[in-house]
């Protein structure tokens, strides 16, 4: 891998090389000089043109605000939601009937999901665990079969990484004739972006000594459907995945695996 990487590297430093033989100080100048007067010619003039067109009569006047509390709600002009979905095309349906609900993308912005509209998607709704009673078994091919609190992996070394999900079903509504009328949140809404916190599954796999010949592990949810899927124990996965308790800066939502769920970097969501 080094004999491969090193010649770009110095194909990359002859590239600049030559630029400085050509004068790269007046290369930069140019391209400097370019952005300024696109700035102040094109995105200027656009500003200047609304904010002449706009005058400062009907602002309101300076008005106490309401009272602290202990959230904080959106503002009642934003209006953003998530649409729950009973199939593809059947949208706004009762919740009973709903199988997932659709994150608003069109309406988002930044890289990050808000927690309280990162899709959802249920095989038998979201679970009401108390985190006191949860475990977390690991056994099978370990020379140690052990079994975790949520207390116990809060108090190991912890990650945070930013991932996003997706379910296996998301576009589902072009798969056939899609209206033309319809947003990114009908068609592509089951894919969100969060920041997840909680314990490498690596250092897990380390606590119970895993048999070097296993190569698969089987991750069952604690929901009433007892999802469970097998996952291919890779170098990729197995550095990569965490067993989560943190979603946002906050613990996970119920609707998102609370209190714990198995994040896995790379791989659709389940």
């Given at each position: 891998m080094m004999r491969r990487t090193t010649p770009a590297r110095s194909v990359k430093f002859?590239?600049?090389?030559?630029?400085?033989?050509?004068?790269?100080?007046?290369?930069?100048?140019?391209?400097?000089?370019?952005?300024?007067?696109?700035?102040?010619?094109?995105?200027?003039?656009?500003v200047a043109g609304s904010a002449s067109a706009e005058t400062l009569a009907d602002v309101p006047a300076r008005e106490p605000g309401a009272d602290l509390g202990a959230f904080s709600a959106r503002s009642k002009y934003v209006q953003i939601g998530r649409i729950p979905e009973a199939g593809p095309g059947h949208r706004n349906v009762d919740p009973a009937d709903a199988i997932n609900s659709k994150a608003p993308l069109q309406k988002l912005v930044g890289g990050i999901t808000p927690s309280d509209l990162?899709?959802?998607?249920?095989?038998?709704?979201?679970?009401?665990?108390?985190?006191?009673?949860?475990?977390?078994?690991?056994?099978?091919?370990?020379?140690?079969q052990l079994v975790f609190s949520v207390e116990d992996l809060k108090a190991m070394p912890a990650v945070s990484r930013i991932a996003f999900l997706e379910c296996t079903g998301n576009g589902w509504e072009n798969w056939?004739?899609?209206?033309?009328?319809?947003?990114?949140?009908?068609?592509?809404?089951?894919?969100s972006t969060n920041?997840?916190?909680?314990?490498p599954l690596k250092f897990i796999l380390g606590l119970v000594t895993k048999d070097p010949a296993s190569t698969w592990m089987l991750a069952e949810g604690g929901d009433a459907a007892g999802v469970a899927r097998s996952v291919p124990l890779t170098e990729e996965i197995v550095d990569e995945a965490i067993v989560a308790y943190g979603q946002?800066?906050?613990p996970i939502r119920p609707a998102h695996g609370f209190p714990i769920r198995l994040i896995?970097?790379?791989?659709e969501g389940n």
């Amino acid at each position: 891998m080094m004999r491969r990487t090193t010649p770009a590297r110095s194909v990359k430093f002859e590239e600049e090389d030559e630029m400085s033989d050509r004068g790269v100080s007046e290369v930069g100048w140019n391209r400097r000089k370019f952005l300024a007067a696109a700035s102040t010619g094109v995105v200027g003039s656009t500003v200047a043109g609304s904010a002449s067109a706009e005058t400062l009569a009907d602002v309101p006047a300076r008005e106490p605000g309401a009272d602290l509390g202990a959230f904080s709600a959106r503002s009642k002009y934003v209006q953003i939601g998530r649409i729950p979905e009973a199939g593809p095309g059947h949208r706004n349906v009762d919740p009973a009937d709903a199988i997932n609900s659709k994150a608003p993308l069109q309406k988002l912005v930044g890289g990050i999901t808000p927690s309280d509209l990162h899709y959802e998607r249920s095989h038998s709704g979201a679970p009401d665990l108390d985190p006191s009673k949860h475990r977390l078994l690991v056994h099978g091919m370990v020379r140690k079969q052990l079994v975790f609190s949520v207390e116990d992996l809060k108090a190991m070394p912890a990650v945070s990484r930013i991932a996003f999900l997706e379910c296996t079903g998301n576009g589902w509504e072009n798969w056939k004739k899609a209206d033309g009328n319809l947003t990114v949140q009908n068609t592509h809404g089951l894919v969100s972006t969060n920041e997840w916190t909680g314990v490498p599954l690596k250092f897990i796999l380390g606590l119970v000594t895993k048999d070097p010949a296993s190569t698969w592990m089987l991750a069952e949810g604690g929901d009433a459907a007892g999802v469970a899927r097998s996952v291919p124990l890779t170098e990729e996965i197995v550095d990569e995945a965490i067993v989560a308790y943190g979603q946002n800066g906050e613990p996970i939502r119920p609707a998102h695996g609370f209190p714990i769920r198995l994040i896995l970097p790379g791989m659709e969501g389940n």
